[in-house]
């Protein structure tokens, strides 16, 4: 069987979403008793491993990584009783595609960074290139599926004048879906290098720290941890908190010892001698159900104060000690009165 014909890549402008298409091999109408489908493959230069897909589609719309270059393969696979049920599978056909360089490297922003606070908003970050010329203004820029054209941020954070951060909200749509982003800078007769990145909002999400810590001691002297989720969008069946705790903090620096990595938000925590102070600590995190990884959210913590036994027993017999002594002071004034 002969490989599919007219391979083409076009850039439709989303930021790294390219469209790819091709035409069926020729005379594929007279293998009417086979089934004829494509596999389609890509990846971007540098990458080691190809992404697969199998079609009978004669268009596909993949993102790539605009800063380098992509690679496409493509080839018809035959089987039914044509070929006697055997697959066959005709030569590779190739295609690539990059955008031409636009000024230098060192122009590039540096280190990019999102954070997705509560699944409620996207705040990215950035340091300017190391070639900086006077009066550069940066842009960022983003699309996801289900808008018509990439969209330019509307909120950006100021630095002296320049812009080194965006804030992007209602991204809800673009859950589970790659998000496109572009950061570009235009500066008078200069060139510089754009950035692009592909993010996954889940994977970058960081929820607020735990609400509602409440600490007791049961009986038993085992330590008893409640917190509540925190609020925002943040699915609670997504969240995986670790605790922490730290006994016989006094004026030094705690030493915290893991205790657990758990989703439910109560725990019952053994305490193995009998502390002064005792401090427990509870973040949380997406867990692997919902993301492939997440940002840990700040501490939530609360301490207090439990008696040691010799405390408590020299607590019975404080006034056990007050009561002999007046009880002895009262007998030897007795005494001396009847001496007198």
Same mark, same amino acid.
């Given at each position: 069987?002969?490989?599919?014909?007219?391979? =083409?890549? /076009?850039?439709?402008?989303?930021?790294?979403?390219? +469209? !790819? #298409?091709?035409?069926?091999?020729?005379?594929?109408? @007279? *293998?009417?008793?086979?089934?004829?489908?494509?596999?389609?493959?890509?990846?971007?230069?540098?990458?080691?491993?190809?992404?697969?897909?199998?079609?009978?589609?004669?268009?596909?719309?993949?993102?790539?990584?605009?800063?380098?270059?992509?690679?496409?393969? =493509?080839? /018809?696979?035959?089987?039914?009783?044509?070929?006697? +049920? !055997? #697959?066959?599978?005709?030569?590779?056909?190739?295609? @690539? *595609?990059?955008?031409?360089?636009?000024?230098?490297?060192?122009?590039?922003?540096?280190?990019?960074?999102?954070?997705?606070?509560?699944?409620?908003?996207?705040?990215?970050?950035?340091?300017?290139?190391?070639?900086?010329?006077?009066?550069?203004?940066?842009? =960022?820029?983003?699309?996801?599926?289900?808008?018509?054209?990439?969209?330019?941020?509307?909120?950006?954070?100021?630095?002296?004048?320049?812009?080194?951060?965006?804030?992007?909200?209602?991204?809800?749509?673009?859950?589970?879906?790659?998000?496109?982003?572009?950061?570009?800078?235009?500066?008078?007769?200069?060139?510089?290098?754009?950035?692009?990145?592909?993010?996954?909002?889940?994977?970058?999400?960081?929820?607020?720290?735990?609400?509602?810590?409440?600490?007791?001691?049961?009986?038993?002297?085992?330590?008893?941890?409640?917190?509540?989720?925190?609020?925002?969008?943040?699915?609670?069946?997504?969240?995986?908190?670790?605790?922490?705790?730290?006994?016989?903090?006094?004026?030094?620096?705690?030493?915290?010892?893991?205790?657990?990595?758990?989703?439910?938000?109560?725990?019952?925590?053994?305490?193995?001698?009998?502390?002064?102070?005792?401090?427990?600590?509870?973040?949380?995190?997406?867990?692997?159900?919902?993301?492939?990884?997440?940002?840990?959210?700040?501490?939530?913590?609360?301490?207090?104060?439990?008696?040691?036994?010799?405390?408590?027993?020299?607590?019975?017999?404080?006034?056990?000690?007050?009561?002999?002594?007046?009880?002895?002071?009262?007998?030897?004034?007795?005494?001396?009165?009847?001496?007198?």
């Amino acid at each position: 069987v002969a490989p599919p014909r007219d391979l =083409l890549i /076009t850039d439709p402008g989303l930021l790294g979403a390219l +469209d !790819v #298409e091709w035409k069926p091999p020729p005379h594929i109408q @007279t *293998f009417n008793e086979c089934s004829v489908k494509y596999k389609f493959e890509y990846r971007n230069t540098g990458d080691r491993d190809w992404k697969v897909i199998f079609t009978r589609k004669l268009k596909f719309r993949v993102g790539f990584d605009l800063s380098r270059t992509a690679e496409v393969r =493509l080839q /018809t696979l035959l089987q039914g009783r044509c070929t006697d +049920d !055997v #697959e066959v599978q005709s030569d590779w056909i190739y295609g @690539t *595609f990059q955008i031409p360089p636009q000024g230098k490297l060192e122009s590039q922003v540096q280190n990019f960074h999102c954070i997705y606070h509560d699944w409620e908003y996207l705040k990215c970050t950035w340091q300017p290139g190391l070639l900086t010329p006077r009066g550069i203004h940066y842009g =960022l820029y983003y699309w996801y599926e289900g808008l018509e054209h990439a969209v330019q941020c509307d909120h950006y954070v100021q630095e002296h004048g320049i812009s080194v951060g965006c804030v992007l909200q209602n991204l809800s749509q673009a859950e589970y879906r790659d998000l496109n982003i572009c950061v570009n800078g235009s500066a008078a007769a200069t060139l510089l290098r754009p950035l692009y990145a592909t993010l996954r909002l889940q994977n970058l999400a960081k929820p607020s720290a735990p609400k509602q810590l409440v600490l007791s001691v049961s009986g038993a002297e085992e330590l008893l941890v409640a917190w509540s989720p925190p609020g925002g969008r943040m699915p609670s069946h997504c969240l995986e908190y670790e605790v922490q705790v730290a006994e016989d903090v006094g004026e030094a620096t705690a030493a915290w010892a893991f205790v657990s990595t758990q989703m439910e938000t109560a725990l019952t925590i053994s305490r193995a001698n009998q502390s002064h102070i005792s401090c427990v600590r509870v973040r949380g995190r997406t867990s692997i159900f919902c993301a492939d990884q997440g940002f840990w959210s700040e501490w939530t913590q609360d301490c207090f104060s439990v008696s040691r036994k010799e405390d408590k027993q020299l607590f019975i017999l404080i006034p056990v000690i007050l009561s002999l002594s007046i009880s002895l002071i009262i007998f030897m004034l007795i005494c001396q009165c009847r001496k007198r």
